[in-house]
């Protein structure tokens, strides 16, 4: 089974701190992407990498920033937190275009005060 | 125009009605469809991908496209309790030299409840 796993279920962090969010997943995938889910807004994709040290910006990547070193690897970092960063993020991968599946980790609940 | 939107529910049917969620894009050059499910507290999981006209059926549910009309929709016969959730439609998007890397672009989701 393909397992994606994120460091904190729950994370609270304070207005102006560098939050970091990690994502490990353990089936070789070449693809990983970070999303954010809020209500009334579905996912929304931040950052996504097809290789290591390779990476895009997404359609909302203001305020974000990501890093791959190594393949099993995806860190989102949140340079200086802010309340509107509250949300559910979500960290997936695949192999697309071999599969086009994309699994998605259980997800970080962060709440910036 | 959002790029993906589904219907807005909450959509409530009774148990053994077929429930219907429909989904419309607005990239024309769009090829893959996918139906993720959500349940409450968890994470989105795979239900149906469509990459041609017409239907697609894998057991109760059948998934339908229309490029033409740039919509897609999945169906769900005999609805049980089990199947409420929050249903997400995806489009993937390529970007301008053609490649995707397996980047979706997400409806907002409707939510589905099946009541006894």
């Known amino acids: 089974d393909v397992k994606v796993t994120q460091s904190s279920r729950y994370l609270v962090k304070r207005t102006g701190e560098k939050v970091f969010l990690e994502c490990v997943q353990d089936?070789?995938?070449?693809?990983m992407f970070w999303y954010r889910q809020d209500p009334g807004l579905g996912l929304r994709l931040i950052y996504f990498?097809?290789?290591?040290?390779?990476?895009e910006k997404g359609d909302i990547p203001e305020g974000y920033s990501v890093s791959r070193e190594k393949k099993e690897r995806f860190s989102l970092i949140l340079e200086s937190a802010s309340t509107n960063q509250t949300s559910m993020y979500l960290c997936?991968?695949?192999?697309?275009?071999?599969?086009?599946?994309?699994?998605f980790g259980p997800g970080t609940r962060l709440t910036v005060l | 125009q959002k790029e993906v939107e589904q219907n807005s529910g909450p959509l409530s049917v009774p148990e053994g009605a077929i429930a219907s969620l429909n989904c419309t894009y607005s990239?024309?050059?769009?090829?893959?469809f996918f139906w993720y499910r959500q349940y409450s507290g968890k994470s989105p999981e795979l239900i149906m991908s469509?990459?041609?006209?017409g239907d697609k059926e894998d057991g109760r549910f059948t998934a339908q496209l229309n490029k033409a009309s740039q919509y897609v929709s999945l169906l769900i016969r005999d609805s049980q309790p089990s199947d409420s959730a929050t249903y997400l439609c995806?489009?993937?998007?390529?970007?301008?030299?053609?490649?995707?890397?397996?980047?979706?672009?997400f409806g907002q989701g409707t939510i589905l409840t099946v009541h006894p």
């Open positions: 997936a991968s695949s192999t697309a275009p071999e599969e086009d599946t994309q699994y």
């Open positions: 089936m070789d995938h070449e693809n």
């Open positions: 990498s097809y290789d290591v040290k390779m990476k």
């Open positions: 990239d024309r050059v769009s090829q893959s």
């Open positions: 469509i990459y041609s006209n």
């Open positions: 995806a489009v993937e998007k390529t970007n301008a030299g053609g490649t995707s890397y397996g980047k979706l672009t």
